[in-house]
């Protein structure tokens, strides 16, 4: 099952990191939380991983009309980015909104989710153009 859509990019970490935030600004998406997986990782058990962040994405007037159908659809709330080295360049991936309507059972959260889509896949898009 995939639950994401995926891009590489060929551009340094630092680089796609504020690319993939300028993509979602165009979007309407404010970055709300920004977890830095690496230094986290390292700081709390010593390990080491390529540079990982996942950033919170959120559209204010989606958000609401989904709370508004569902108060508790806050759980899968904000919007996941990450952002990742590989070899080769940077991944960038964007959770599917659609797992909202599929956990929930709510089919009028559909439409939504579909415009939500809609906007990851253009801001997606955009750093590849």
Known sequence: MSYGTQI???????????????ALTEQGFGVLTEIDVTATLQAK??????????LGACNPPFASRALGIDRSIGLLLPCNVVV???DGGTVVEALDPQIMVTLTE?????????????????ALASLTA
């Open 8 to 22: 590489t990019l060929d551009l340094p970490y630092a680089e796609a990191v504020g690319r993939v935030r300028a």
């Open 45 to 54: 058990l010593g390990e080491k991983i390529e540079d990982y962040v996942i």
């Open 84 to 86: 990742r080295s590989a």
């Open 106 to 122: 709510r089919p009028e959260l559909k439409p939504l989710a579909d415009e939500v889509a809609g906007r990851l896949s253009n």
